[in-house]
Each structure stands twice: as C-alpha cells, then as structure tokens.
C-alpha cells in the first residue's frame, strides 16, 4: 500500500483509532511532520485506520482523511417522490406536477391495478407514509387516482388515461 490512500476509510475507524491517548499522540507527531518509535502493533492500527498510509518504510499522514471519510459516510438525499415521504407526509407538494407524481407514486405502492379495496384496509396502507390518512385518500380521489364507490365502501385504481 505504499503511497496510497486506503480504499475503506471510515469515519467510526479513524475515531476508534483517535480515542486511544497513545494512538492520538503518534498521529499529531506525524502531522507535524515528525516520525516516532511505533511498534507494529501501533503502525498496524494507524495504518489500518486510514489516517496514514506507508510512504516508502515511512509513514505519512492521508490528506483529506476526515473530507474522504465524512463523504463515504453521507446518505444520499432521497429524489423523487420520496423525497416528500422522509419523516413522513405532512402536506402535499405545492407543484402540481411533484403532487401527481408523489400520488401516483402512491398509489402504485398501495393499490394494485384491478384491486378493489376496503376503506379501513386502504388507510392502513396511507398511514405507512403520513398521519393525515383522510386528507392523503381525498387527494388521491380529488386527482383521480383512486375511484371511491358511491356508498363510501371501498376504493379501485382509476382506469389510467391518456
């Protein structure tokens, strides 16, 4: 691994590593450019943290380690209509089209085409993604994605247009 950066650097290795008093001095000596008396087992640790790499016998500390394993760590942000799902449905999107999007897609995890289905069964489904469940089936209905029976008992998929 001489000269490289370590293919794996995790932000939980490198605090595990920087939690040892002994660990933590030997990492600020080489930053500050200084090569101390390590045994294997110590060079082995810091090595395998990611905070070093083998610089030809010598060790060196990795530029941006703590930039490299914050970015390997991050979740990426949710796209699509699950992005208005992260926490749970509040309100419906102010864009028309991000709100027929998040309907339909909606309505694809909840009813399947052909399906007819109780009210109390389809509002066990909505409250996997909000605690809203009328306010989430009317506006499923009021964009014609769910058709209503006309005694209120059950709901079906709108037939698709266009």
Do not use: C
């Amino acid at each position: 691994m001489t000269g490289e950066r370590p293919a794996d650097i995790s932000w939980q290795r490198i605090l595990s590593t920087l939690a040892s008093h002994r660990l933590r001095g030997l990492y600020a000596a080489l930053v500050l450019g200084q090569q101390p008396e390590l045994t294997a087992k110590e060079r082995q640790k810091l090595l395998a943290s990611g905070l070093v790499m083998d610089d030809g016998g010598a060790l060196s500390v990795v530029p941006d380690v703590f930039k490299a394993a914050l970015a390997a760590a991050r979740t990426p942000e949710p796209t699509g209509p699950e992005r208005f799902l992260a926490g749970g449905l509040v309100v419906l999107p102010h864009r028309a089209a991000d709100r027929l999007e998040l309907l339909g897609y909606l309505r694809d995890r909840v009813i399947a085409p052909g399906e007819t289905m109780a009210e109390k069964e389809l509002n066990a489904k909505l409250a996997a993604f909000t605690t809203d469940v009328p306010m989430l089936r009317r506006a499923m209905v009021d964009y014609g994605f769910l058709v209503r029976e006309p005694d209120g008992s059950a709901y079906r998929r709108a037939a698709a247009t266009g």
